[in-house]
């Protein structure tokens, strides 16, 4: 569909085959039995991943942890409606991204940089790399929260989210890297379980989607809510992960349904999980709960085990553990499509690290300096897990201009750009993101340096 | 992963290890690359796509967007770092 520079082969002479496309044919393989022998679950299990990987990896430490800062704060009116609201708005952008990676079979990174030049495509580049260096310290720091309730320290959180990084690399394949990290990802159902462990009162929950009013407090405590709720929603590094890895697993316009079904389940497990973390939160709005504002959830789960028993406490302090490390592996992966994008060289899991060196070292390398930040002595980590979301709301705009931009492109979509009702409600979230991203800022901004008080 | 059976897919035993069916076997060469379509082979991938032609308007909303997104950032940072202090 993508229009290129060069002109094309004739149409019957067959490309060169690598070792990538072999492996990628072998997935298509099964994908054309299931769709031929009329085989709608198999077919529907084959396509899932990258939707769920990216709405699940979103729900990562931070994001739970300010979920549940939310409830603690504040209840569960606003916030049980809101974080619906949002999935809904990041339903609407990873739409975008796995229709473009499914048309045109390139991730976001290469497209920006070859359609609009290098200037921007390495500004996107660099916005992602700043904005998850940051996010993986963070998920590191919620590893570390979690594991600390078991009494392990922060050598084992940096261990265990490195091996499991390396531990994704072996087998040289898509379809493995993404079913171990899937796998993974589902067990974002313990912030669910936590839920169900504080026995929410149903009605106090049901009865909190009626979009009451923001609880209170100050114009600039309202802007970090939002802003930070957003951060914990829609992040840059989705756009590129989920665009990447739908064109590493191969799908094409004709898995465009799937692809939906796929971002969608993954948007309303999100959705779910992440107001699991907030009724669990909750719990604590009776006992205290304004003291958990200061240490960005570090006591979350001994907080919990006081007021509804070790086995939420236990529970949580699971769910921060897997929401730092699926975060890990969705984050890395990003940062290297984007790196080896980019760059122009392989992009692919469907290769080994000999095959495509940069793609891995970068995947690699980018979690390996975040796992050594953690470990500096006095690394102010709570405030940096506290920023990340922001950080990443404030920058996100650029990057959906140009997503709705490509997926606008009838050059390289076809009939599959956007429609103008997708157009409209796009605008929107950018929006909105945008004014949000932008108020905090430039109110915080203010505050800090005493020009308003 | 578990080897595939001699009769299998071309695509299957390549993904399990074993080596691509050598040229002169047009069949199982054919086979191998079906299931992809043809834009989606790393020969094809590897050719960037052309330049989009952006108006004057568009490039100069994009970078007033750009330079906002990055005096906010840096708002943002300093206001992290005055915490901090």
């Not at chain 1, 997935?27 to 009329?38: E, I, N």
């Not at chain 1, 991943?49 to 209840?75: C, F, K, R, T, V």
């Not at chain 1, 580049?125 to 078991?150: H, K, M, P």
Request: hydrophobic share 55%.
């Amino acid at each position: 569909m993508a229009s290129t520079a060069a002109p094309t082969a004739p149409i019957l002479t067959p490309p060169p085959l690598t070792d990538e496309d072999a492996a990628r044919s072998f997935d298509r393989s099964r994908v054309h039995h299931a769709r031929l022998g009329g085989r709608r679950w198999s077919l529907l299990w084959l396509l899932v991943g990258p939707g769920i990987l990216a709405m699940l990896g979103e729900n990562d430490g931070p994001s739970m942890i300010a979920y549940a800062s939310d409830g603690a704060q504040y209840g569960l009116g606003f916030f049980v409606p809101f974080i619906p609201v949002l999935f809904a708005m990041a339903y609407v952008c990873q739409e975008m991204c796995m229709r473009v990676g499914a048309v045109t079979h390139r991730g976001y990174g290469e497209l920006v940089l070859q359609r609009y030049g290098a200037v921007w495509g390495w500004f996107a580049a660099g916005d992602l790399t700043l904005t998850n260096l940051i996010t993986l310290v963070a998920e590191f720091v919620s590893i570390r929260v979690g594991l600390a309730y078991f009494g392990l320290g922060s050598g084992v959180a940096v261990a265990l989210g490195l091996v499991l990084v390396v531990f994704t690399f072996s087998g040289g394949r898509y379809w493995r890297w993404e079913r171990i990290v899937l796998g993974m990802a589902l067990f974002n159902g313990l912030f669910l379980v936590a839920a169900i462990l504080v026995k929410p009162h149903a009605g106090a929950v049901f009865g909190a989607l009626d979009f009451a009013p923001f609880p209170g407090g100050s114009f600039n405590t309202l802007l970090l809510l939002l802003a930070s709720t957003i951060g914990a929603t829609v992040t840059p590094w989705m756009i590129f992960f989920q665009q990447g890895a739908s064109a590493d697993k191969g799908m094409t316009p004709r898995d465009i349904t799937h692809g939906r079904y796929d971002t969608a389940v993954g948007a309303v497990l999100a959705a779910i999980f992440g107001v699991g973390a907030l009724v669990a939160g909750a719990a604590l709005l009776t006992h205290g709960g304004g003291g958990i504002q200061g240490f960005a959830g570090a006591g979350f789960p001994e907080a919990l085990q006081h007021v509804a028993g070790g086995a939420a406490g236990t529970v949580f302090a699971l769910g921060l553990v897997e929401a730092g490390a699926v975060a890990i592996l969705t984050i890395s992966a990003s940062t290297a499509y984007a790196a080896a994008e980019c760059v122009g060289v392989t992009h692919s899991f469907n290769t080994f690290p000999r095959q495509a060196a940069l793609f891995y070292a970068a995947n690699f390398g980018i979690a390996l300096v975040a796992a050594l930040v953690i470990l500096i002595p006095g690394a102010p980590l709570l405030s940096i897990a506290l920023n990340a979301n922001v950080l990443a709301t404030v920058l996100l705009p650029v990057s959906l201009v140009f997503m709705v931009m490509l997926a606008n492109d009838r050059g390289l979509m076809g009939r599959f750009a956007n429609r103008r009702s997708t157009n409209v409600i796009g605008v929107s979230v950018i929006a909105f993101v945008g004014i949000c991203g932008a108020a905090y800022g430039i109110d915080s901004f203010l505050l800090a340096t005493h020009v308003i008080g | 992963m578990r080897a595939p059976a001699p009769d299998a897919d071309p695509a299957a035993r390549v993904a399990a290890g074993e080596p691509r069916p050598h040229p002169e076997e047009p069949a199982a060469e054919d086979e191998l690359i079906m299931h992809l379509e043809r834009d989606q082979f790393v020969a094809e991938t590897s050719r960037p796509v052309s330049r989009a032609a952006l108006t004057q308007r568009a490039v100069i909303a994009l970078w007033a967007l750009r330079v906002f997104a990055i005096v906010v950032s840096l708002m943002v940072i300093y206001t992290f770092i005055e915490q901090l202090n």
